[in-house]
């Protein structure tokens, strides 16, 4: 997922995602503990897809707050 489309996620979509890949990261996690894992590299993707979300959702929340500051 590029930080562009994450940017143009809504609040709750942005909120999906994250549960969604934290879900995909636990699956990956037990698939590799059981050696069932064929692509190991989806970890890290899946890793980079949440620091995404995280960082466009504390960004949002310091935009709010620094408007709310401003009123």
């Known amino acids: ?7 143009a996620l809504s609040d709750e979509e942005l909120s999906q ?3 969604d890949a934290r879900a995909e990261l636990f699956n990956l996690r037990f ?3 059981t050696s069932q ?3 190991t ?3 890290k ?3 980079h897809d949440i620091a995404r979300v995280l960082t466009e959702q504390r960004a949002r929340e310091l935009a709010a707050q ?3 500051d401003k009123d």
Do not use: I, Y
């Open 45 to 47: 993707q899946v890793k």
């Open 37 to 39: 894992l064929d692509n």
């Open 31 to 33: 698939q590799m503990a």
């Open 66 to 68: 620094t408007t709310a």
């Open 17 to 19: 995602k994250f549960h």
């Open 1 to 7: 997922m590029k930080p562009s489309e994450v940017r």
């Open 41 to 43: 590299a989806r970890v």
